[in-house]
């Protein structure tokens, strides 16, 4: 009986901002036999098949005020309220599924909902994945300025997008604004450009036919998007600032949090190593002080899929599965021969592995630099790169318990 391996708990999937719970079909079949025993990929309230209710929200707590602590605490309450739309629905649905732990995996905006859901309700997560989570990263200065470098045509296009954006205009309302005909065509194109990886015809007809359905759909949960963000994709609270307080009531060693994001991401995968930076310092004081009573900040992992972008379950589904599967910690159950992720880690954490923990590492680890030659972002970004002379030097790459060879063969 001793040699019976525990079962995962189950896995819950919460898709992207505008997606559905049909966005993960190529990775259900691969999770379920090589891993998970139970998998829920939910449509969250307001979104795909599940109801749709007036998102009119009641800020929690007080009455607004005039000065800018007040306005800054009515940002909060606005905050709460929006998350609190999709948590409680969350944790109702939990509740009658009678699911005492949850493996909870969300994609982008799916991703920022797990972690409001695991910082209200620790107790029922077993392990957080988050894939190319939005609203990680602070908004920096240079986040501006690299605005303001574009050319006129496209600074302008963002000041109509971001006043838009204010006004609370979402992507599905101005689609069911348009002419039938003018949307279902915007649609197609989205799915054409955006996922080169899928080739059948009659699979992206079937995706564009799906996504453009959901978006002529009542507007719902889609009214979240300017109340959680701000215009180009920050957080109104980072998420960077709240993972490492997330405390696992009944996980002495504190709970695991993943970060997944493909090699072409938009995403800013820095988000992803700063998290990790913050928890290892916080964990090590953690440990000076022998808190018993107190459970440690988590413990953050970072994997890379290659040849994948934002929609990474659908650019490299197999590797995305493996990210998965490695996440909830079945590695050992992937076949030899299966591709698997790369993992890295900030500087810090480098510094501190030993070698002969290391050698039992079954995929490639890299440090900051690694991370910065895997991570080649969006085709925008690339662009833009390679106008300004932009390039990073591999050479000098530390790979960490790791054949040099192997590691840049990967990276080619």
């Known amino acids: 009986a001793s040699d019976v391996k525990q079962q995962p708990a189950p896995l819950v999937l919460l898709h992207g901002y505008a997606n559905g719970s049909l966005y993960f079909y190529r990775n259900l079949m691969g999770l379920s036999h090589f891993h998970f025993g139970s998998i829920y990929a939910l449509d969250m309230l307001g979104w795909g098949l599940s109801s749709r209710p007036t998102f009119d929200l009641q800020l929690l707590g007080d009455d607004n005020g005039d000065t800018n602590d007040d306005k800054r ?8 309220s929006a998350e609190h739309f999709f948590v409680e629905s969350l944790e109702s649905w939990r509740k009658q599924h009678d699911l005492p732990k949850i493996t909870l995996a969300g994609h982008s905006m799916g991703g920022y909902l797990s972690v409001a859901y695991a910082e209200k309700y620790p107790q029922h997560v077993e392990r957080l994945i988050l894939l190319s989570p939005v609203g990680v990263p602070e908004r920096k200065e240079e ?26 205009v979402t992507p599905g309302s101005f689609l069911r604004a348009l002419p039938l005909s003018k949307s279902k065509s915007m649609v197609d194109s989205y799915i054409l450009n955006r996922l080169p ?69 938009w995403m800013d995968f820095k988000g992803g190593i700063d998290v990790q930076r913050l928890c290892f310092n916080k964990r090590t004081e953690w440990e000076k002080q ?14 890379g899929v290659r040849n994948a972008g934002h929609l990474l379950m659908l650019d490299n589904y197999e590797e995305f599965n493996s990210a998965l599967i490695i996440a909830a910690g079945g590695e050992d159950r992937l076949p030899s021969n299966f591709p698997r992720p790369v993992e890295f880690v900030c500087n810090e954490v480098a510094a501190s592995i030993s ?18 030659a895997f991570f080649r972002g969006s085709r925008w970004d690339r662009r833009l790169q390679k106008k300004d002379g932009e390039g990073v030097n591999n050479d000098s790459v530390d790979d960490i318990g790791c054949d040099e060879k192997k590691m840049e063969e990967q990276l080619a």
């Not at 022998?290 to 994997?303: D, I, R, Y």
């Not at 070698?355 to 910065?372: H, I």
């Open 355 to 372: 070698d002969s923990v290391n050698c039992n590492v079954k995929r490639e680890v890299l440090n900051e630099m690694g991370a910065s």
């Open 290 to 303: 022998k808190n018993s009573n107190e459970s440690p900040p988590p413990k953050v992992f970072l994997h």
């Open 197 to 265: 990886a899928i080739q059948c015809e009659e699979e992206r007809k079937h995706l564009s036919e799906y996504l453009y359905q959901n978006s002529m759909l009542p507007g719902s949960g889609e009214y979240c998007l300017s109340q959680i963000l701000t215009a180009g994709a920050f957080a109104r609270i980072p998420l960077v600032d709240r993972i490492p307080e997330i405390k696992s009531n009944d996980n002495k060693d504190g709970m695991e949090v993943h970060f997944v994001y493909g090699e072409n991401d």
């Open 73 to 80: 605490s009515n940002e909060h309450k606005q905050v709460a």
């Open 143 to 168: 986040d501006g300025v690299r605005i303001n470098s574009l050319p006129f045509y496209m600074r302008g296009i963002v000041k109509i997008t971001r006043y838009l954006f204010e006004k609370g």
